[in-house]
């Protein structure tokens, strides 16, 4: 008897769509499968996707790697089983392997999608045999990383910035070279050709170089860098070319970052970010001149919890204590994401202490903010700030996108309407059915 052969699975834009018939299937038939999880009736969602196609497009050479989609309006036992409650949501599952995908985060555009997929499909190391070999692997690129190793068995392990370790997620290419004789050969040559500045603090500038502004804002950060070179590197980072992508992922800059200014101490390993809505010559040259007199703070995973963080009507939300505070099971959390320096939100704000004081006193709600250019929140995607959103109590980790206007009326009808809601699905009997 003949076997019947499966038709192919849909596709839409080279983009395989997925649902929980074929999701199984999809997942035996890819070496590498990056399922996009998306909410077609979100703005961030469909904003993706479009990115997302067209990475799908990029990558069609990549054989062993297929990009899908999973509409979670309709797939909610897939969202449910991969724990999607925001979106959208990246996930890289590798040889068909169901349990524990790798989170695909900090990308929005096509470059970036296509860079993160490949920094992880690709090798982590090419070895080189002979000088020749090292001579037009180190030609092949502005910036290589090269490891002299004695034995085999010894591990590429580099080491940059934060000591967070490159041996796969490389930032540039890396070549490893094991025969002892080479190392004293490569030594020899390359001796007098060694120029060290000796200058460990490099000041990067994130930009599209195919944006409108960009020749202001290059001009300005070239007249910053005339006073201060003797001090500071300055460098161009182009967030437009997708070989700079992991690079925006280490230093974690997002398309509504740019553009960026970021300064790294190489002997320190300390990152620093410009607080600042343009980037102009005094801004720049502001932000360098408070580095190099031990006034501006470091980034870091999360600012210090203030001592009064929860004695305002507004409490102030960090890193550290983010995800304990709004994923709770006892009140509902109203959080404003936003940026203090950025004058949108200077606006915002201001109606946000208006929105606590009038919720100051509810035992079920409590109005808070969150500084998401300082704090790393890693459970929330922000795609945008200000951005607000709503967490209802209880053990599923819910989050709710307020979508409405930013004004005083439309937050306090929005928090009425979501402490009714909650009232009414409460006082139902036995079963609850959720719409």
């Known amino acids: 008897m003949q076997k019947v052969k499966k038709p192919k699975i849909k596709e839409d834009q080279s983009v395989l769509v997925l649902n929980k018939d074929n999701f199984d299937r999809a997942l035996k038939e890819s070496k590498f499968l990056l399922v996009n999880f998306y909410a077609p009736l979100s703005g961030a969602s469909l904003t993706l996707l479009t990115e997302f196609e ?118 540039t290419k890396f070549i490893k070279v094991n025969e002892l004789s080479l190392v004293t050969e490569y030594n020899q040559m390359t001796s007098s050709k060694i120029f060290n500045v000796g200058i460990d603090s490099h000041l990067l500038l994130f930009v599209d170089k195919t944006a409108r502004e960009f020749n202001e804002i290059y001009e300005n950060f070239k007249a910053a860098a005339a006073d201060l ?14 070989m700079n992508g992991r690079l925006r992922e280490f230093f974690q800059i997002r398309d ?18 410009m607080r600042a809505d343009q980037v102009t010559t005094e801004s720049v040259k502001k932000f360098c001149q408070d580095y190099l007199n031990g006034k501006e703070k470091p980034q870091q995973y999360s600012e210090d919890l203030p001592e009064d963080w929860n004695k305002n009507p507004v409490k102030v939300l960090v890193g550290s204590n983010f995800d304990e505070f709004v994923f709770n099971t006892s009140k509902s959390v109203f959080v404003l994401f936003c940026a203090p320096w950025s ?9 946000w202490d208006q929105l606590g004081e009038k919720y100051k006193d509810s035992e079920n709600i409590v109005i808070a903010k969150v500084d998401i250019t300082a704090n790393d929140i890693d459970s929330v995607i922000i795609e945008e700030y200000p951005s607000v959103k709503y967490f209802p109590p209880g053990s599923d980790r819910k989050i709710v996108h307020y979508t409405s206007a930013q004004t005083l009326n439309a937050f306090s009808k929005f928090l009425d309407k979501q402490g009714k809601s909650k009232v009414r699905i409460s006082t139902m009997p036995a079963t609850v059915h959720f719409i």
């Open 54 to 171: 067209k990475a799908a497009v990029q990558l069609k050479s990549e054989k062993q790697v297929k990009l899908s989609k999973v509409d979670v309006s309709t797939e909610k036992d897939l969202a449910k089983e991969f724990g999607i409650q925001d979106y959208p949501v990246l996930k890289l599952f590798i040889r068909g392997e169901r349990k524990n995908p790798l989170n695909c985060t900090g990308v929005s555009s096509a470059s970036s999608i296509a860079t993160w997929l490949r920094r992880r499909i690709g090798p982590s190391a090419t070895r080189l045999l002979n000088i020749t070999h090292i001579e037009t692997f180190i030609a092949s690129e502005d910036v290589v990383v090269v490891g002299f190793f004695k034995f085999e068995e010894e591990r590429l392990d580099f080491k940059i910035a934060n000591g967070s370790s490159l041996e796969k997620d490389d930032l």
């Open 229 to 242: 070179r003797a001090q500071i590197i300055f460098i161009l980072v182009d967030t437009d070319e997708s």
């Open 256 to 273: 509504m970052d740019v553009p960026a200014v970021c300064l790294i101490n190489t002997t320190e390993d300390v990152r620093y970010r």
């Open 343 to 351: 004058e949108r939100c200077k606006h915002i704000n201001s109606i």
